[in-house]
């Protein structure tokens, strides 16, 4: 069974500090990772993907990821949070060795990041 | 742009009333999905379609049915609706030719009283 997990509810960050949002995962195959962003009373908006290749990800805002294979994390990063910033976050992965039918997105319970002027 | 629309935004219904939650995608998407949204649970999947007519249970279909009679067009049904079904309702849709983030929806907030 693959899973996610999002150890911090939230975290709060001064304006213009760099921010961690922490994910690390769990799946028997390759992992597809995924970062989204979700502002108060809005759907989920994609920020980044892994699927191969370099561990750094780079998505949109501003936003990076670093996949660690040996730590078995994917976390979210930026260099200089803005007030703007300040949503919930949620990581998800899907195992890619089930190649036929349907690949299942297991999402993590969600990082709310506070960012404080 | 890529549109995943939710017809509802928001809805009050009594307990043992049917609702009906619409989602429309305009990117041509095989995959669709329905989600609910819960505080410190995440998101769990209630039941998702991979084509035209055909629907897999996810997670949590306890209380739910779908419909998927175009390819544009997922909907959930909440055949009685109960208290313990007032959530946050997310559709999504997923190109499966592609590496496949999902697309969301607004989200439709569902309050049974």
């Known amino acids: 069974a693959q899973s996610v997990a999002q150890p911090e509810d939230q975290v709060n960050v001064a304006e213009g500090n760099p921010l961690t949002v922490k994910c690390t995962y769990s799946?028997?195959?390759?992992?597809?990772l995924f970062w989204y962003v979700q502002y108060p009373n809005r759907g989920l908006q994609f920020l980044l993907k892994?699927?191969?290749?370099?561990?750094l990800v780079k998505g949109s805002y501003g936003f990076e990821a670093e996949f660690n294979k040996s730590q078995t994390s994917f976390h979210l990063k930026k260099p200089s949070a803005l007030v703007s910033d300040s949503a919930l976050y949620f990581c998800a992965v899907r195992d890619d060795s089930n190649s036929g039918g349907y690949q299942k997105v297991t999402f993590g319970t969600g990082t709310k990041l506070q960012v404080i002027p | 742009d890529v549109k995943v629309t939710q017809s509802s935004r928001y809805l009050v219904k009594r307990t043992g009333e049917k609702v009906f939650l619409e989602c429309v995608q305009d990117?041509?998407?095989?995959?669709m999905f329905w989600y609910r949204q819960d505080p410190g649970l995440g998101l769990r999947l209630i039941y998702f379609s991979y084509d035209v007519k055909m629907k897999e249970k996810g997670d949590i279909p306890e209380g739910y049915s779908v419909s998927r009679e175009k390819k544009e067009r997922f909907s959930l049904i909440l055949e009685s609706a109960s208290t313990n079904q007032t959530s946050m309702y997310l559709c999504a849709s997923r190109d499966t030719r592609n590496t496949g983030e999902l697309f969301f929806g607004e989200g439709s907030r569902l309050t049974v009283l």
């Open positions: 799946v028997s195959g390759n992992p597809y």
């Open positions: 892994y699927i191969t290749g370099d561990n």
């Open positions: 990117m041509d998407h095989e995959n």
